[in-house]
């Protein structure tokens, strides 16, 4: 155990935290997300929800502030907003109230960004287009 470290964040996920680069991208997806498919890299975040490992995780983020697409979700494909986009930008404005917006592209070219990102992190959640893929920025102490 570490101090300050949410218990949520398991050394598995706390690794590749720490293992990510600048551009590097990390998906969190839902229950129905193809994770093991799609992944390089497979974290289980079983039992738990994507907006609580995003919350946990998103202090210890630095998000790539150079691009514009730095949050991105799968488009419904009819043009609606699922409730948890809203959930995923309040999240992303706690940390960062410049840069909560997000991106949305097709389930085509989400699956194939996620064949690319440094690691899925698989959740349990069970809310429709609950998947976010995040771009890693630059610490800057």
């Known amino acids: 155990m570490l101090n300050n470290i949410p218990p949520i964040i398991s050394p598995d996920l706390f690794?590749?935290?720490?293992?990510?680069?600048?551009?590097?991208?990390?998906?969190?997806?839902?229950?129905?997300?193809?994770?093991?498919?799609?992944?390089?890299r497979l974290i289980r975040a079983d039992g738990h929800g994507v907006c609580n490992i995003l919350k946990a995780i998103i202090p210890f983020f630095p998000m790539d502030e150079s691009v514009n697409d730095y949050a991105i979700v799968m488009a419904t494909g009819d043009e609606s907003t699922p409730p948890i986009w809203a959930e995923f930008?309040?999240?992303l404005h706690n940390q960062y109230p410049n840069r909560s917006n997000?991106?949305?592209?097709?389930?085509?070219?989400?699956?194939?960004?996620?064949?690319?990102?440094?690691?899925?992190?698989?959740?349990?959640?069970?809310?429709?287009?609950?998947?976010?893929?995040?771009?890693?920025?630059?610490v800057i102490i």
Do not use: C, Q, W
């Open 89 to 91: 930008e309040s999240i």
């Open 15 to 40: 690794h590749v935290l720490m293992s990510m680069g600048h551009g590097d991208e990390i998906v969190i997806a839902d229950g129905n997300f193809p994770a093991d498919t799609n992944a390089e």
């Open 102 to 138: 997000l991106t949305s592209i097709s389930r085509e070219s989400f699956y194939n960004r996620s064949k690319n990102a440094f690691a899925i992190v698989a959740t349990s959640e069970s809310a429709l287009f609950a998947n976010i893929i995040l771009k890693k920025g630059v």
